[in-house]
């Protein structure tokens, strides 16, 4: 790549960051109520992350060799518990992968 092409792309990525950045305050200004699909989307979104996150994860679990799935299983359900005890997604998320690789790097 040129000096001239990489200078291009920063440009874009910047100009695409900004974006990102401040479209959303553009289209939903202060003064105006928040469209309901908005509001169902922010809802419901979470969730399908936090659902997709569990499908992601676990697709390649073999639970006949190894482990046995332990590490995973163990996880899945300190997520579980994180969750249902602060509510906060993130935490549940980081605590997991925390524990998993704890697990499986000093006890499976």
């Given at each position: 790549?040129?000096?001239?092409?990489?200078?291009?792309?920063?440009?874009?990525?910047?100009?695409?960051?900004?974006?990102?950045?401040?479209?959303?305050?553009?289209?939903?200004?202060?003064?105006?109520?928040?469209?309901?699909?908005?509001?169902?989307?922010?809802?419901?979104?979470?969730?399908?992350?936090?659902?997709?996150?569990?499908?992601?994860?676990?697709?390649?679990?073999?639970?006949?060799?190894?482990?046995?799935?332990?590490p995973?299983?163990?996880?899945?359900?300190?997520?579980?518990?994180?969750?249902?005890?602060?509510?906060q997604?993130?935490?549940?998320?980081?605590?997991?992968?925390?524990?998993?690789?704890?697990?499986?790097?000093?006890?499976?």
């Amino acid at each position: 790549m040129t000096v001239q092409q990489r200078i291009i792309m920063i440009i874009l990525g910047a100009l695409a960051t900004q974006i990102t950045r401040f479209l959303p305050f553009a289209a939903f200004p202060a003064g105006k109520p928040t469209p309901k699909y908005i509001q169902y989307l922010g809802k419901a979104l979470p969730a399908a992350v936090f659902g997709l996150l569990v499908v992601y994860c676990l697709r390649n679990v073999d639970l006949l060799s190894g482990s046995h799935g332990l590490p995973e299983a163990i996880s899945v359900l300190a997520v579980a518990g994180l969750h249902l005890w602060k509510r906060q997604m993130l935490l549940s998320i980081a605590g997991g992968t925390v524990l998993y690789m704890l697990l499986v790097q000093f006890v499976f």
